[in-house]
């Protein structure tokens, strides 16, 4: 049974920062790239950023394209989501995502996996 779990949203001020992490069970984590998205009340899901299986290629939303950083560790079966200065904007539930395929897609329909999500609110 494959398991996404997200972690470490929460309330944070305009200007702040996060780190959110979603670790993996059940599946072959390395052949799988990962990617994390979010959905604002009321809004569709949208893509934020996506790493390869490697962790080589990277990939991200022009809304957060140098405030974000994905990473992964995949000895921990673990994948990172990196938020520097936050705007209000960015507060959504954030979800980790698993592609079986090695390509960055940017599109929910291409997910596999989902985890549960992580509340992230910035106050400005």
């Known amino acids: 049974q494959v398991q996404l779990v997200e972690s470490g949203g929460g309330l944070v001020q305009a200007g702040g920062s996060l780190r959110l992490s979603c670790t993996a069970s059940g599946l072959a984590f390395s052949y799988f790239s990962l990617g994390w998205f979010r959905q604002a009340p009321g809004k569709e899901r949208e893509f934020v950023a996506g790493?390869?299986?490697?962790?080589?290629?990277?990939y991200y939303a022009d809304s957060v394209k140098g405030r974000f950083t994905i990473s992964r560790d995949n000895a921990k079966k673990t994948v990172y989501l990196q938020m520097n200065s936050l705007k209000p904007e960015d507060t959504a539930v954030y979800y980790c995502a698993a592609d079986r395929a090695q390509l960055l897609h940017t599109t929910v329909s291409e997910y596999n996996y989902w985890g549960q999500g992580t509340q992230v609110t910035v106050s400005s």
């Open positions: 790493i390869n299986g490697s962790g080589g290629s990277t």
